[in-house]
């Protein structure tokens, strides 16, 4: 739904800028939607996995660690682990290892 309400046929005729606008903000609200089923569903388990997969980069900040190691380690799908580290502490799993060396 368009901020102000949806533009109506009559409003948008002979504007096709208006019309433009409302398509591409039906468009981006799609998006937004699609991306809303993307993100991985995390339950308790998992949210406490990634907590811990983040400790555990704190404490081995100069070790070297792959991404499938670290997944493999905490028991969890390495797309889980990665997305749902992204998603929890807003970064990756490699530019955090990285700004904690």
Not at 21 to 31: G, H, Y
Not at 54 to 63: A, G, I, M, N, T
Request: glycine share 8%; net charge positive; with cysteine.
């Amino acid at each position: 739904m368009l901020l102000y309400g949806p533009v109506r046929a009559r409003d948008a005729e002979g504007h096709p800028e208006g019309k433009a606008l409302e398509i591409l903000i039906q468009v981006l609200e799609q998006a937004d939607r699609d991306a809303a089923f993307s993100r991985p569903l995390l339950n308790k388990k998992d949210t406490e996995k990634i907590y811990t997969a983040k400790e555990w980069l704190d404490k081995h900040s100069s070790v070297s660690v792959t991404l499938f190691k670290l997944a493999k380690g905490g028991r969890m799908n390495v797309h889980k682990l990665s997305a749902g580290f992204l998603q929890i502490i807003g970064t990756t799993i490699f530019y955090y290892h990285g700004r904690c060396a």
